[in-house]
């Protein structure tokens, strides 16, 4: 087969171009704003102007006397019909309204139902509203204290500390501290992110009074799981509820959550029997909206003089925010954090996360999502860094000195996770080679010796996506399994279903190729849908990198039943033995004579006209995969900064990022990825973070002060890979989403330390941005 044949396939390897491009870039996508029905009512929410405070006076009766406006909720009128809380992912309860107190800044405190948007906006101002301000806790060390202001009185237990999680051996790990040779410390804080997504969150909801169906438009990355929970929290049942998760804006784990505004204009859609659209604006967005990290870190590691890492000990304070509403699988409240061992062989550890309620918005891992991968990841590559600068030892060393071997896969972690499959010495040569590593330390001592700051730093990740296997894996307690649903028409074209649902990664392009690879259909003919919960299978949605590694396979594995059928077509067709026919070259092919071959056109024609007797007519299949086990993607980054000694500024100047996400699907899609999720690594690393005051007011809610970083900022991103197939993935491939978010931001904050380390630095906590630079270099005397 020529490759301009295969290519006309499109299947695994080929950089097919994304069939969702053409109506994106025309602007012919329909997000939920597009959404417009014929006497549709407009939604829009007063917020607190306090961290915590109690609502003394709430009158409406201003805001219900103006033109327009159809109705005013409060916390008071959710209570009476049982609605004023509702359930979060993570088995806590957030308050939709609040009925007599605030606990967040931007909390939801009353929504307004009006004939437009900008009355209901107008008349969110008129409502008469007083507050009596109580004590904040912003800081969650004070939140633990035992005087510190309760920010959850509704709970039974009367404290701020929501859980203590645990992973690993703790005495095994104490037992090491005790005998090592060499002990380092650090405390690093991984503060408060928020994805800013370019589409905010928002719904439409429609009820129909005369079919009893309720359609919601929704911003949702889980439009099955929405589902669910409105049929819970509403006891409607799910054949009555329509959720439709159109394109959507961006997710990165911000449209994971329940929001209130789902839920108020779902309740004004029921009471009234009109549509109703709710769609924040930007500061709302960031205000009061899922937000990720805040996590306060101490971590150890024991070692050896030589440099041999033994055992790692991590204790971290997570701030929750006022609801737990992190969005994890069930039975991991500090996510995959316990993935911290990283690529490291090490003899023992223990990880022990406290979580902790504080007055400020919820959430915790909104940030293209990561379940805590980001944080474990921060962690050990700047422990490492920090290792080596007590050893006097080169980062690249000592990471080869530490890293599991290829034949030690699959490896079981001293936290209990099976990585399935790694290179990791190969990955880092090739990542260092590629960038001229020997010759770079020769160029940073040369300007060190002329005085001019320049520091390279590398990070060696591993990566654990693709939640995940049954017995482990529940949101809610439903297990986190994927699906796909296909079917082949006569003609030779096929329409797939997923339970995923895209927010820009390109599955209508992706998860095509993976059936065109699998039956030999062009994938220009190969159509897929997602978000209709009317017809998409069930699924538990798209975050944390988890779509390729379930819903992908189990598009592989419904692919291959329908070829299975196909064989027996196949044969009856060619008037041979089924097991006479090997699939070769996208045909089954009599072995011996391989010109003697049916195609899947050929055959999908056959299976509505000339099936053999006994066999079904058609061509379709259905799977639900339960993954055997989490995909562990990795990868090398090595990165070059420049420091401004008169003003501080940091300047990547070189980064070469090489993945490894096992067979990839779409080089053009998965090198795209990887631009993004760099981005959006730089961006924690060098510029975003959301400010509180110790009032608990945010300080960067607006995006003049929540520094997104543009085209501007992006340095030029030099990409390379290896593949490593997983063996359990029956196309080999692993996540690659959330990779280069995860490694990005050690490598960048490696390089700064290493440009400052001969000054004696040996950390700074993100972001680093000019001013904390400046400071260290006025302390040091090198300012200019
Ligand atoms: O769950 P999510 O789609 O966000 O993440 P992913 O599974 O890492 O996939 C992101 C995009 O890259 C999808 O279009 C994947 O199908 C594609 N991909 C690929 O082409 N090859 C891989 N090995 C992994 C992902």
């Known amino acids: 087969m020529t490759a301009t044949e295969r290519a006309a396939i499109g299947g695994l390897g080929h950089s097919v171009k994304r069939k969702e491009d053409p109506r994106f870039i025309r602007g012919k996508g329909t997000y939920v704003d597009d959404v417009k029905l014929p006497g549709m009512l407009y939604l829009d929410i007063l917020r607190s102007p306090y961290a915590h405070a109690r609502i003394t006076k709430l009158d409406t009766s201003k805001a219900l006397a103006m033109p327009g406006v159809v109705a005013v909720i409060t916390g008071k009128d959710l209570e009476a019909a049982g609605l ?160 439709i998760s159109p394109d959507i804006g961006g997710g990165f784990g911000g449209k994971v959550p329940v929001y209130p505004g789902y839920v108020l204009a779902i309740v004004v859609s029921l009471q009234t029997g009109r549509p109703v659209k709710w769609i924040e604006d930007r500061s709302e967005n960031l205000q009061a909206d899922s937000f990720a990290r805040d996590y306060h870190i101490h971590a150890e590691i024991a070692a050896t003089r030589d440099g041999t890492m033994r055992a790692l000990r991590v204790h971290t304070v997570a701030d929750h925010g006022a609801f737990d509403a992190a969005a994890n699988p069930s039975k991991f409240p500090a996510g995959l954090f316990s993935i911290g061992t990283g690529s490291y062989d090490l003899e023992a550890a223990h990880f022990s996360v406290d979580g902790v309620y504080t007055n400020k918005a919820p959430g915790g891992v909104a940030y293209r999502c990561s379940f805590r991968v980001t944080e474990a990841v921060h962690m050990i ?90 017995h482990t894996f529940d949101i809610l307690g439903v297990k986190m399994f994927d699906s796909a649903e296909i079917r082949v028409h006569p003609t030779g074209s096929a329409i797939v279903r997923i339970g995923v649902q895209t927010q820009g990664q390109g599955h209508e392009t992706t998860f095509a190729q993976i059936v065109a690879e699998e039956l030999g259909l062009p994938v220009e003919n190969i159509v897929v849908e997602h978000g209709d919960t009317d017809t998409a299978p069930y699924g538990l949605g798209t975050y944390a990198s988890r779509s390729t590694p379930t819903a992908g396979a189990a598009t592989a594995v419904a692919a291959r039943k329908i070829r299975e059928k196909a064989r ?44 053999p007797q006994g066999l079904e007519g058609g061509l379709e299949a259905v799977t639900y995969y339960d993954p055997p086990n989490l995909t562990f993607p990795f990868g090398a980054y ?107 931001p050690p490598a960048i904050v490696n390089a700064v330390v290493d440009a400052l380390s001969h000054l004696g630095v040996r950390h700074i906590d993100i972001p680093i941005t000019p001013w904390k630079v400046y400071q260290i270099l006025e302390e040091k005397g090198v300012a200019e």
């Not at 359609?215 to 509403?234: D, E, G, K, M």
């Not at 790694?422 to 040569?429: E, F, I, K, S």
């Not at 320049?454 to 693709?466: A, K, L, R, Y």
């Open 84 to 243: 004023a809380w509702m359930p979060t992912l993570m088995s806590d309860r957030q308050m939709v309204l609040p009925t007599d107190r605030v606990v967040y800044y931007a909390q939801e405190v009353a929504a307004v139902i009006a004939e437009d948007r900008y009355t209901a906006a107008d008349a969110v101002l008129a409502i008469d509203v007083e507050y009596e301000p109580l004590e904040p806790v912003v800081d969650p060390f004070r939140a633990l204290e035992p005087d510190a202001p309760l920010v959850r009185p509704d709970r039974e237990q009367k404290t701020n500390h929501i859980w203590n999680w645990q992973a690993g051996d703790k005495e095994a790990t104490d037992r090491i501290f005790e005998e090592a040779e060499v002990v380092v410390s650090q405390k690093m804080y991984i503060p408060r992110i928020h994805v800013s997504s370019i589409e905010t969150c928002g719904c439409v909801a429609s009820f129909d009074k005369v079919s009893g169906k309720l359609t919601v438009w929704l911003t949702s990355q889980a439009p099955h799981a929405h589902r669910t929970v409105f049929s819970l929290v509403s006891g409607i049942p799910e054949t009555k509820i329509r959720v």
């Open 381 to 470: 590559e700047r422990m490492v860094d920090v290792l080596a600068d007590e050893l006097d030892m080169d980062p690249a060393e000592i990471r080869f000195k530490n890293f599991i071997q290829p034949d030690q896969f699959p490896y079981k972690s001293p936290t209990g996770w099976e990585y399935d499959s790694g290179n990791y010495p190969a990955a880092l040569q090739k990542a260092l080679d590629a960038i001229g590593y020997q010759e770079l330390r020769r160029e940073q001592a040369e300007k060190r010796a002329r005085g001019e700051l320049m520091g390279i730093g590398i990070s060696t990740f591993t990566e654990i996506v693709g939640a995940g296997p049954s």
């Open 568 to 611: 027996l077509i196949a044969a009856h067709l060619l008037e041979v033995d089924p097991d006479d026919l090997e699939w070769r070259d996208y045909a089954f092919r009599v072995k011996g004579s391989p010109e003697r071959a049916k195609r899947m056109s050929e055959i999908a024609f056959a299976a509505y006209t000339n099936f």
């Open 638 to 744: 090595v990165c070059v900064v420049d420091i401004d000694r008169g003003t501080g500024q940091p300047t990547v100047r070189e980064f070469l990022a090489l993945d490894d996400c096992g067979t990839i699907i779409n080089p053009m899609i998965v090198e795209g990825q990887i631009h993004g999720g760099l981005t959006m690594g730089l961006a924690p690393a060098l510029y975003e973070e959301i400010v509180y005051d110790d009032n608990g007011t945010m300080l960067t809610g607006t995006l003049m002060d929540y520094l997104v970083p543009t085209a501007m900022e992006t340095p030029n991103w030099r990409t390379e890979k290896t593949v490593t197939p997983s063996p359990h993935h029956p196309i080999g491939a692993k996540g690659v989403g959330e990779s280069p978010t995860v490694g990005a």
